[in-house]
């Protein structure tokens, strides 16, 4: 079955340490997201990759970091600089060829800073 | 302000009863597309519109987008438990990018009491 899978579902993470948020594809989509999202907000991009090697700072890219080694994946490095990582955070990837085309979600990896 | 508004935030029908969600634009919209989401999941794509007028239908839910472009309207007919969740709007408001970077609105939480 085609998809998305992001891991873990659950991430507990000490003050101060970088964490690193997995999120494959086999859609053979082009693009990929990261959001984040906290209640009563919605979803706010962080990063957003259209090809491979390449990348795109989104609404709220300070203390996060990504890369696109692979078209299958591009995973999200939550940093230290991020003063307040506790959130959902989820990954999306669409096709970008033929008009305007939905995006499709993963699961989302909710993350806990202790 | 928000460039994308929905209302209200929050919905509580009983089961049975029709209801509407709104989704306002400060901007012109060239793809505006509906997703559902259960608390602590990913988002499910509903529904996409592109044109000002079109009006689409998926089971009891439609959606339409308004002739001005800037304003989406998700409409549930005879409600039932299965409808409740969150229901989110993005909005593709750069003209070209068909669809590569939506901006989407804060949600809107359906209860549907049985």
């Not at chain 1, 659950?10 to 053979?28: A, P």
């Not at chain 1, 003063?83 to 999306?92: D, I, Q």
């Not at chain 2, 597309?33 to 000002?52: A, P, S």
């Amino acid at each position: 079955d085609g998809g998305i899978t992001q891991s873990p579902k659950y991430l507990f993470r000490k003050e101060g340490q970088n964490v690193t948020l997995s999120c494959e594809q086999n859609l053979n989509h082009d693009a990929m997201y990261w959001y984040r999202q906290d209640p009563g907000q919605g979803l706010r991009l962080i990063y957003y990759s259209q090809i491979v090697n390449d990348f795109q700072k989104g609404d709220i890219a300070e203390g996060y970091s990504v890369s696109r080694e692979k078209k299958e994946s591009f995973p999200l490095t939550v940093t230290s600089a991020q003063k307040n990582p506790t959130a959902f955070y989820l990954c999306a990837s669409t096709l970008l060829a033929g008009g305007q085309n939905e995006q499709f979600f993963g699961p989302g990896t909710r993350l806990t800073v202790l | 302000s928000q460039e994308l508004e929905q209302s209200p935030q929050s919905l509580i029908v009983q089961e049975g009863k029709n209801l509407t969600i709104n989704c306002t634009s400060s901007k012109t919209l060239y793809g505006l597309y509906w997703y559902k989401q259960k608390y602590g999941e990913g988002l499910i794509f509903l529904m996409m519109l592109q044109k000002g007028g079109e009006e689409k239908s998926h089971e009891k839910i439609t959606a339409k987008l308004d002739e001005k472009k800037q304003q989406s309207s998700l409409h549930i007919t005879a409600s039932q438990p299965s409808h409740a969740g969150i229901y989110l709007c993005g909005a593709d408001t750069y003209r070209g990018t068909s669809g590569s970077r939506l901006t989407f609105g804060e949600g809107t939480q359906l209860t549907v009491n049985p």
